[in-house]
């Protein structure tokens, strides 16, 4: 069938190799639209020989940015196919974000949909290495009439390779394949650079763990710019699995997408499963679902609860991960209710080293900074040397015999592993609250918080003090209207030392997020910045 170039060590033979083996079996569904693994291997491969005959070079980017959409998934593994690397872009970027980042990286081939052409038409101009622009639907007379760049359909970018015997660009497992872009909280988002070796280590790592198979049905609800997005597809794939694709609108949505599709698999942030806990779950979601998976922070052990009780046979794996190293432990279901506050072990084919400032590991119980090995380290950052030197770094422990210095991921996590291996999450070291010269974790609080039954959401900050530094602020969505900021603080005091209970309490109608749909604790830090000024 293929005449693209693709091993089993290359990101798209993710799916070629499917549509070999597997050609009539259900691949991806969308809506009433299901393709097979052959109608998506030959989609990836027309993909592919339209972006070779608009004259993609080796590694070359092409961006996607549109919603979960068939078109979506053939885009990022067309890409690949032809020798080029994708770059998903979160389809809740504005404008002036996304042409940063085409120009950020250079993007030669942009794949989008009208409406969203219209809102980029005057960012477009200042993309200037941006050659084509293929629109996914019909294109209207203004995108036709652009003359930079050059606006096609997408049947056109399929029917352009029709017949040519050429190749694939010859690539190797340590290629790049991918650049994701992180949420850019902390200022302008930071391009993660993934080889195809990153995609499929991480892909048979994860499915290995989740004893994903080919009757799986995942469904796909986190963005596919989201790297814990991106892998429901590279997961699946892996094993013969099927997709869903899922926009939803309302948590309940997804629910009932579970029960009509027979979801097997699902993974989430945890303000998703925060408000997924307190519905009811019919008959049909329980009965099929297999696992559920967290990620993207820690999930509250109130959630975990609740869910575990809607859910009594479905296995719940908890995992931690970061982009630049994708995914790095997950909690085994057996262990969830001795320890609910670990993160885990490391994944298969990964080692996890807690290290201090030194270089030297930590003892068992010894805070220190998680440092992630092996061959889910990313390639570095996009164009960003200095940033790179800071976060990739030699792994600790090297032997200096060895003539090569081997390059780990350090997180910027803090946690600590106790005498049986176990890691539990302190906080990120940017996000550690620093009070009366103490050091105070955010979750921790956030924890009891959500014990009380009263708080829905909550995120906990510190706030620039006089006296103490920082002063911890809790802002929290409610379950109830009967709202008493004494009562929560009474349960922290019940909990808590002193220098960790909140000064104050926020009440808010939402917390805000950033693009991959996680808390944004900068942005409310940023607005209460004022509180504690004399």
């Given at each position: 069938?293929s005449?693209i170039?693709?091993?089993n060590l290359?990101?798209h033979?993710?799916?070629l ?6 050609p009539?079996e259900?691949a ?5 639209q299901t ?9 990836v491969e ?24 068939p078109e979506t998934?053939?885009?990022l ?10 770059v998903p ?7 002036r974000?996304v ?6 990286c250079?993007?030669r081939v942009?794949i989008?949909?009208?409406n969203r ?10 993309c200037?290495?941006?050659r084509n622009?293929v ?5 209207t007379?203004?995108?036709?009439n652009l003359?930079?760049?050059t606006a ?9 390779g029709?017949g040519?015997?050429s190749?694939g660009h ?5 290629d790049?394949a991918?650049?994701?872009?992180t949420?850019?909280s902390?200022?302008r988002?930071?391009?993660v650079?993934?080889s195809h070796r990153?995609?499929v280590?991480?892909?048979q790592?994860?499915a290995q763990?989740l004893?994903n ?6 469904l796909?609800v ?7 997005g ?6 699946a794939?892996?094993t013969?699995a ?8 309302l948590?309940?949505?997804v629910?009932k ?5 027979g ?5 989430a942030v945890p303000p998703?499963?925060v ?7 019919p008959?049909?979601a329980?009965n099929t679902l297999?696992y ?9 052990k109130?959630a975990t609860?609740a869910?575990?009780?809607?859910l009594?046979?479905?296995?719940v ?6 982009t ?9 279901p057996?262990?969830v209710?001795k320890?609910p ?5 490391a994944?298969?084919?990964v080692e996890?080293?807690?290290a201090?400032?030194d270089?030297?590991?930590?003892l ?8 992630h090995?092996g061959?889910?380290v990313a390639?570095?950052?996009?164009n960003?040397p200095?940033?790179?030197a ?5 792994a600790?422990g090297?032997l200096p015999?060895l003539?090569l210095?081997?390059?780990?991921v350090?997180s910027?996590?803090?946690?600590r ?8 999450f302190?906080g990120?070291q940017?996000e ?7 050091r105070?974790?955010?979750t921790e609080?956030e ?7 009263f708080?829905a959401?909550?995120a906990v ?8 530094g920082?002063g911890?602020?809790?802002i929290?969505?409610?379950d ?15 909990e808590?030392?002193n220098?960790?209970?909140?000064l104050?309490?926020?009440?808010s109608?939402a917390l805000?997020r950033?693009?991959?749909g996680?808390i944004?604790r900068?942005?409310?830090a ?7 000024k004399e």
């Amino acid at each position: 069938m293929s005449r693209i170039h693709s091993t089993n060590l290359l990101a798209h033979s993710l799916v070629l190799d499917n549509a070999f083996k597997r050609p009539d079996e259900p691949a991806l569904i969308h809506g009433d639209q299901t393709l097979s693994y052959a109608s998506l291997g030959s989609a990836v491969e027309a993909c592919a020989r339209g972006l070779l005959a608009l004259g993609i070079a080796p590694s070359e980017r092409i961006a996607v940015y549109l919603p979960k959409r068939p078109e979506t998934v053939v885009t990022l593994f067309g890409a690949a196919a032809a020798g080029g690397v994708f770059v998903p872009i979160n389809p809740l970027l504005k404008p002036r974000q996304v042409a940063y980042i085409l120009r950020d990286c250079n993007v030669r081939v942009l794949i989008t949909a009208d409406n969203r052409t219209d809102l980029l038409q005057d960012e477009l101009a200042e993309c200037h290495d941006l050659r084509n622009l293929v629109i996914v639907d019909a294109p209207t007379q203004a995108a036709k009439n652009l003359t930079h760049p050059t606006a096609i359909s997408w049947e056109s970018l399929l029917s352009l390779g029709a017949g040519a015997p050429s190749l694939g660009h010859r690539r190797i497992d340590s290629d790049m394949a991918a650049i994701l872009y992180t949420s850019g909280s902390t200022g302008r988002p930071k391009g993660v650079v993934l080889s195809h070796r990153n995609l499929v280590a991480g892909a048979q790592s994860v499915a290995q763990y989740l004893e994903n198979n080919f009757n799986d049905r995942l469904l796909a609800v986190l963005p596919l710019s989201f790297d814990a997005g991106f892998s429901q597809l590279t997961t699946a794939f892996s094993t013969g699995a099927s997709v869903v694709l899922m926009e939803y609108l309302l948590p309940k949505d997804v629910i009932k997408s579970i029960a009509r599709h027979g979801i097997t698999g699902i993974t989430a942030v945890p303000p998703l499963w925060v408000q997924l806990a307190s519905l009811a779950w019919p008959p049909e979601a329980v009965n099929t679902l297999r696992y559920i998976a967290n990620t993207g922070g820690r999930m509250p052990k109130a959630a975990t609860a609740a869910l575990r009780r809607s859910l009594p046979q479905t296995k719940v794996f908890l995992m931690y991960g970061l982009t630049e190293a994708f995914r790095s432990t997950y909690l085994p279901p057996e262990e969830v209710d001795k320890r609910p506050d670990s993160i885990g072990k490391a994944i298969p084919n990964v080692e996890i080293q807690v290290a201090r400032k030194d270089g030297s590991l930590c003892l068992p119980g010894e805070p220190g900074e998680l440092v992630h090995r092996g061959a889910l380290v990313a390639m570095g950052y996009w164009n960003d040397p200095k940033k790179t030197a800071e976060r990739f770094r030699p792994a600790p422990g090297q032997l200096p015999e060895l003539p090569l210095t081997e390059i780990a991921v350090w997180s910027g996590d803090t946690v600590r592993m106790d005498e049986d291996g176990f890691l539990y999450f302190i906080g990120r070291q940017d996000e550690m609250i620093k009070t009366s010269g103490y050091r105070v974790s955010p979750t921790e609080v956030e924890e009891v918080l959500y014990q009380t039954g009263f708080v829905a959401e909550t995120a906990v900050v510190g706030i620039p003090h006089p006296k103490l530094g920082q002063g911890i602020v809790a802002i929290v969505k409610l379950d109830s209207a009967d709202f008493n900021p004494e009562d929560l603080l009474v349960a922290c005091r019940a909990e808590l030392p002193n220098f960790m209970v909140p000064l104050t309490i926020i009440a808010s109608d939402a917390l805000p997020r950033n693009a991959n749909g996680k808390i944004d604790r900068r942005a409310l830090a940023a607005k209460f910045e004022s509180l504690f000024k004399e």
